[in-house]
């Protein structure tokens, strides 16, 4: 299809998102409302964790909690989009960059509706609980990395290593916020569930749009391109991660 036919199947899948966030919030209450069911074992999986606090646990999950959070995260995002659009891969780039912003405003908007408390004996953060912002972003950030970056992997087995330390980050991630004590266990159970409806719209957004437009071959000369700015991007994460992880 030519330039406008593309505007316009953009536009339809910008439209269709946007109603799939207006389904995604009202399916947010229902299954807040589902999970409160849950209240006696978040009580008794916090006061259990609580019993079991330790100062290095604590700067453990400290750490892990960093890369699903402000600090480490929007760099996440931003530099594998980046790493995308050189190797022009441009509509995988926009997916992943607008579908982590999509998901941090409807994630604050859906805390301001339910407005759950967090629980009493962890770290006093302000805002409300449900759902926990850091294990649905991690979710789907990661989760999407994973999915974008296992169909470019030379051999199933690297994409498969791929998946598998990711899933394990994001694991990790979704405990150290259990472990801080600054979610309930439901809070946590509720951010994989809408994450991964928000990851379905947008793996179905990626599979209309490829059907229709896949992915273009690139020359030896723009692939070269193409891995020197992997290489530097790469470099700038590690600078990010002394940065961040530092004395």
Not at 61 to 77: E, H, K, M, N
Not at 93 to 120: F, N, Q
Not at 158 to 179: E, H, M, Y
Request: contains cysteine; positive net charge; proline residues 5%.
């Amino acid at each position: 299809m030519k330039g406008p036919q593309r505007l316009e199947f953009l536009a339809l899948l910008a439209l269709g998102l946007g109603l799939g966030g207006l389904l995604w919030l009202w399916l947010g209450q229902v299954i807040a409302v589902d999970l409160a069911s849950l209240g006696t074992l978040d009580v008794r999986l916090e006061q259990s964790l609580r019993g079991q606090w330790s100062p290095a646990a604590g700067l453990l999950w400290q750490d892990l909690s960093r890369f699903g959070g402000a600090t480490i995260l929007p760099w996440v995002v931003a530099l594998v989009s980046a790493g995308f659009f050189a190797g022009r891969r441009f509509f995988e780039g926009l997916l992943l960059s607008l579908g982590a912003v999509t998901l941090a405003l409807l994630v604050e908007v859906m805390k301001i509706a339910v407005d759950r408390p967090r629980p009493p004996l962890g770290l006093a953060l302000g805002t409300p609980a449900f759902p926990s912002g850091h294990s649905s972003l991690a979710l789907l950030v990661y989760g999407l990395i994973a999915f974008l970056l296992q169909r470019q992997m030379p051999s199933r087995w690297l994409g498969s290593a791929v998946f598998l330390c990711l899933g394990a980050l994001i694991l990790g991630i979704s405990w150290s916020r259990l472990g801080l004590g600054v979610h309930w266990l439901s809070d946590v159970l509720g951010g994989w569930v809408l994450a991964a409806l928000w990851l379905f719209l947008l793996w179905l957004s990626w599979r209309a749009y490829r059907r229709r437009y896949p992915a273009p071959v690139l020359t030896p000369r723009q692939r070269l391109w193409g891995n020197g700015a992997v290489v530097l991007l790469t470099a700038l994460w590690l600078a990010i991660l002394l940065q961040a992880f530092g004395p």
